[in-house]
């Protein structure tokens, strides 16, 4: 996973949003507590944190507050998530891959942060999609990359977008129960443990 792929999740996350802008972006998500604007605010905010915490280091940066205006137009909001994805992708691009940044869930390296938000592109695009009530499904490749790098315990012989939704607990997989709590791997791979979190 790296910038260049993170840039083609960006893409076809906001022209499939882009297509929609004449539906209405207030209503709720199902099984979430925010709106559809909500959520693409959500995806921009988290790529927002991304970019300072990859540059901040290993220590948490808790000094700043950011938060994107889930009121502004949907136009905007995808002006937004576009933006943010490519100063992340800069910073990912130009850090060296031995960098380190804080999340919650393991010092990641920039593969890392480059997946988590492929992640959060992927997954709440299609949050969103639900809440529109219009089908998404991304290339395989791009579900892949997200997928791989975070979830190495996931199944290997499905196909990488049903299993990236099943590794988020947002659907059941043939053989695999919905899961109930879920988390990523964000530090590098060489540094997990070969078992699956609690799920």
Same mark, same amino acid.
């Given at each position: 996973?790296?910038? =260049? &792929?993170?840039? !083609?999740?960006a893409q076809t996350c906001t022209e499939f949003l882009s297509a #929609?802008?004449?539906?209405d972006w207030s209503v709720? &998500?199902?099984? %979430?507590?925010?709106? &559809?604007?909500? $959520? $693409?605010? #959500?995806i921009s905010d988290s790529l927002h944190w991304y970019a300072y915490d990859l540059t901040a280091g290993p220590v948490e940066l808790s000094t700043m507050e950011f938060h994107v205006r889930a009121g502004s137009p949907p136009a905007e909001l995808l002006v937004t998530l576009g933006t943010t994805a490519k100063v992340l992708a800069a910073v990912v691009a130009t850090s060296s891959p031995e960098a380190r940044g804080f999340h919650p869930w393991g010092i990641a390296d920039p593969a890392g942060f480059a997946? %988590?938000?492929g992640d959060e592109l992927l997954v709440h695009?299609?949050? @969103? @999609?639900?809440?529109l009530g219009v089908e998404f499904e991304p290339p395989?490749? *791009? +579900?892949?990359?997200?997928?791989?790098?975070?979830f190495p315990w996931t199944p290997m012989d499905t196909d990488p977008w049903p299993t990236l939704l099943w590794a =988020?607990?947002? @659907? !059941? *997989?043939p053989g695999h129960p919905r899961l109930q709590k879920w988390r990523w791997h964000c530090a590098p791979l060489s540094?997990?443990?070969? !078992? +699956?979190?609690?799920?």
């Amino acid at each position: 996973m790296d910038a =260049n &792929v993170l840039l !083609s999740t960006a893409q076809t996350c906001t022209e499939f949003l882009s297509a #929609h802008l004449e539906r209405d972006w207030s209503v709720p &998500v199902p099984e %979430m507590d925010l709106t &559809v604007a909500g $959520v $693409v605010a #959500h995806i921009s905010d988290s790529l927002h944190w991304y970019a300072y915490d990859l540059t901040a280091g290993p220590v948490e940066l808790s000094t700043m507050e950011f938060h994107v205006r889930a009121g502004s137009p949907p136009a905007e909001l995808l002006v937004t998530l576009g933006t943010t994805a490519k100063v992340l992708a800069a910073v990912v691009a130009t850090s060296s891959p031995e960098a380190r940044g804080f999340h919650p869930w393991g010092i990641a390296d920039p593969a890392g942060f480059a997946a %988590m938000a492929g992640d959060e592109l992927l997954v709440h695009t299609f949050d @969103a @999609a639900r809440g529109l009530g219009v089908e998404f499904e991304p290339p395989a490749r *791009l +579900a892949a990359a997200a997928l791989y790098r975070l979830f190495p315990w996931t199944p290997m012989d499905t196909d990488p977008w049903p299993t990236l939704l099943w590794a =988020n607990g947002r @659907a !059941s *997989l043939p053989g695999h129960p919905r899961l109930q709590k879920w988390r990523w791997h964000c530090a590098p791979l060489s540094e997990w443990d070969g !078992s +699956a979190p609690i799920s």
